[in-house]
């Protein structure tokens, strides 16, 4: 059975200290991997696709990196407005996606 | 990237009533989808819909309870019909663009 599942739940950051969000997946016919960022009350918004093992992308202080079985989403430096809950999701072949149950993300000043 | 407006953003409904949510989008789609975030759970998969043809509804939902319209190809609408308590959740609808999926901002849906 497909699966995404995040590690971990809820993660506490004092502001500067970095940490790395876990997206491990168990997915036929992979097409492309999701990472999102969603605020109380709001839609989910994109951050990153990755589409192959080794493949990795860079938005200011996030960097998500991919491997045949999971995607790290790395935080560096984070700051108070990087808090929210982080989605991972999955997109199959001829199919919508499958995404994880999120980690929620605080940082501290 | 396609925007989406999303309506309404949040309502509190009596049980037994039904409500319709509205998905505008400002690009012409071919396939919207609607999913369904539970408290503290991830998103789930409602329905796919496509213009000019029936919804194709996930496991665990049925048309009844969930029924979708596409009359064309910026707008769809799903409607929760005859609410329990346990359909209080975030209804929000996407579409695929550009190799992504975009989202709407949500309806925050409370049922007493």
């Known amino acids: 059975e497909d699966q995404v599942t995040q590690s971990p739940e809820a993660l506490r950051l004092q502001e500067g200290e970095s940490s790395s969000l876990n997206c491990s997946y168990t997915v036929s016919g992979l097409r492309g991997l999701f990472w999102y960022r969603q605020d109380p009350g709001k839609g989910p918004e994109f951050l990153f696709t990755l589409y192959s093992a080794g493949e990795e992308k860079e938005k200011e202080r996030l960097k998500a990196t991919l491997t045949k079985k999971e995607s790290f989403l790395h935080i560096t430096a984070p700051k108070p407005e990087d808090s929210a809950t982080y989605l991972c999701a999955v997109d199959r072949a001829g199919t919508a996606l499958i995404f994880g149950k999120g980690t929620t993300l605080s940082v501290s000043s | 990237s396609a925007v989406i407006s999303q309506k309404p953003s949040r309502d509190i409904c009596q049980r037994g009533t039904s409500l319709t949510i509205q998905c505008q989008v400002d690009s012409q789609v071919t396939m919207m989808f609607w999913y369904r975030q539970q408290p503290g759970q991830s998103l789930t998969l409602i329905a796919t819909a496509n213009q000019g043809s029936e919804a194709t509804y996930e496991s665990g939902f049925v048309i009844d309870k969930f029924p979708i319209s596409r009359p064309n190809l910026t707008f769809s609408t799903l409607t929760v019909s005859n609410m329990s308590p346990e359909d209080s959740s975030i209804y929000l609808c996407?579409?695929?663009?550009?190799?992504?999926?975009?989202f709407g901002s949500g309806t925050r849906l409370t049922v007493v």
């Open positions: 996407s579409v695929e663009d550009g190799g992504g999926y975009t």
